[in-house]
């Protein structure tokens, strides 16, 4: 019931109202491709954002390769220390550089395929 | 997709992602965001700048919609935050003024009720507060009722009502004031 004597005293309008209302009126905007313009933008935004990880562990591992190589070479070095008969079983069953690399790449732009097919 | 109503396209904006339902949700709004800028502004391509902003902040918060307001209140509201926010970097809204010399027009202009009416009165909106003229665009140019410009400018029935009325009075005594210096 009060709800309904506010909705009816805002729809008594006075002369000031009428007259606000008639210089206020503006004829609709026609979209003229402006919502394409903005879902445009959205897009882009969505791409460079999921660039942006990858683009960082790229640039990430660029730095990182040089100090990663050092340390590795004095891990190999001691290595010496690693019982022989350790160090030859997990030979066989550690996979090699390059491949672990290729795999993590390969996984890597999977996910990146699966999500674009799940955003289109 | 035009059947859907505002708050199903939301929801599969929120929950998938999808752009051509928040394509279909400027489409319905942008006319109202884009006027109501230009108002504010004063200037269509500031207005339309702005408004693409607006569409992005949106899109941006669109989990925080709540869907217990009008969408195009709370769209709204970005789009007068957006406003301010660009005002307060640039004072640009200042250096419009000043160069339209609205105010010196107020001051030295002439008044008559023809065709000008209208230019005249957007004039006299410049005597209002950047609240106050945000309010008085959502109840008259966009027809939002008391209630959606309470739940989108977060504030009370009553103080919407207030500012309206403190806004109307402060137009009508500019218009006394001038009718009665020209005659």
């Known amino acids: 019931m009060k709800s309904k004597i ?25 979209d003229d491709g402006f919502s394409d313009q903005v879902i445009r933008r959205i897009r882009r935004r969505i791409w460079v954002r999921r660039l942006a990880l990858p683009v960082a562990v790229v640039i990430g591992g660029v730095f990182a390769a040089k100090p990663a ?6 891990v190999s070095q001691l290595s010496v220390l690693i019982p022989r008969e350790f160090v030859v079983m997990s030979t066989t069953w550690l996979p090699s550089f390059p491949s672990a690399l290729l795999g993590a790449m390969l996984l890597a732009a999977i996910m990146l395929g699966l999500r674009m097919i799940e955003d289109e | 997709m035009s059947a859907r109503t505002d708050n199903d396209l939301v929801a599969r904006v929120v929950a998938a992602n999808d752009t051509a339902a928040y394509g279909e949700l400027i489409r319905r709004h942008q006319s109202q965001v884009r006027n109501f800028l230009r108002k504010l502004t004063r200037d269509p391509a500031q207005a339309d700048d702005l408004a693409q902003d607006c569409f992005l902040h949106a899109w941006e918060k669109m989990s925080a919609y709540s869907a217990r307001g009008s969408f195009i209140g709370w769209l709204l509201r970005i789009a007068y935050t957006t406003f301010l926010q660009s005002k307060r970097r640039s004072h640009r809204y200042a250096e419009v003024l000043q160069s339209a010399g609205q105010v010196a027009d107020l001051e030295s202009g002439s008044y008559t009720r023809d065709t000008e009416e209208v230019s005249d009165l957007e004039r006299l909106l410049a ?36 500012v309206i009325f403190r806004g109307k009075d ?5 218009f006394e004031i001038e009718d009665h210096q020209h005659g």
Do not use: W
């Open chain 1, 69 to 74: 190589v050092q340390l590795l070479t004095v």
């Open chain 1, 6 to 30: 506010i909705n009816m005293a805002e729809k008594i309008k006075d002369a000031d109202d009428r007259l606000l209302e008639a210089m206020l009126r503006s004829e609709p905007i026609i």
């Open chain 2, 170 to 174: 402060k137009i009508r005594t500019r």
């Open chain 2, 127 to 162: 005597v209002l507060t950047d609240e106050e003229r945000a309010i008085f665009v959502m109840s008259y140019a966009c027809g939002l009722s008391h209630r959606e410009i309470g739940e989108s400018m977060q504030m009370p029935v009553g103080t919407v009502k207030s």
